[in-house]
């Protein structure tokens, strides 16, 4: 059994649980034009709504333990300013799905970096997973530059599989095993709280 962790601390950043209190700034960051396009069940625009109806399906995510959804903050101000998330969480066959995204104003600081390098170490190091995956459009080129500093593989193409901006989009599938993550050097290590070591 892994335990999940309630933040995990960078150099820049700390992924953490998310609170009611951090909706006006989940709101404020993901309500975006340039950051839905690439994400599948984000409405646009974003309401305070939407991100209190996030914060009810986050509750669930914890008791299910099949998902798992945080917060990016600065640490210098522990404002949220993007998301990171593993889902279906298969403890069985020991695979995560990978998500996250970042404001706009914090693109180009290797923020998105850092916090898939912390919850990358926290899934193979300490919960000891065979494989992490992700999915991407193929359009989103900044996310994949993301993934493949850290040794992701492309797997696979499929055909419009998501519909965004009134037209269809290709999605690339993205894995690393782990044999293949401690293998190689990637920025950074977190240090991992207490309850997870």
């Not at 006006?24 to 109806?53: C, G, W």
């Not at 000891?128 to 797997?155: C, D, M, P, W």
Request: proline share 4%; hydrophobic share 35%.
């Amino acid at each position: 059994m892994y335990n999940m962790p309630t933040k995990l601390i960078g150099k820049q950043i700390i992924v953490r649980e998310l609170r009611k209190s951090d909706a006006e700034d989940l709101q404020n960051n993901i309500n975006d034009k340039n950051i839905v396009r690439f994400m599948t069940n984000i409405p646009h625009p974003y309401s305070k709504r939407d991100a209190l109806n996030f914060f009810k399906k986050i509750s669930r995510y914890r008791k299910t333990k099949k998902d798992a959804a945080f917060g990016i903050a600065l640490k210098t101000t522990n404002k949220v300013i993007g998301g990171i998330g593993m889902h279906k969480i298969d403890k069985g066959n020991n695979n995560v799905e990978l998500g996250y995204w970042l404001g706009k104003k914090y693109w180009g600081r290797e923020i998105a970096t850092e916090a898939v390098g912390l919850v990358l170490d926290l899934v193979f190091k300490k919960w000891k997973f065979h494989r992490v995956y992700a999915n991407t459009f193929h359009k989103n080129i900044a996310s994949q530059k993301v993934l493949k500093k850290f040794g992701f593989k492309l797997e696979g193409r499929t055909r419009e599989k998501w519909w965004r901006e009134n037209q269809w989009h290709d999605v690339l599938n993205f894995g690393i095993l782990d044999r293949e993550y401690k293998k190689g050097k990637y920025p950074p290590s977190p240090r991992l709280p207490p309850a997870c070591r």
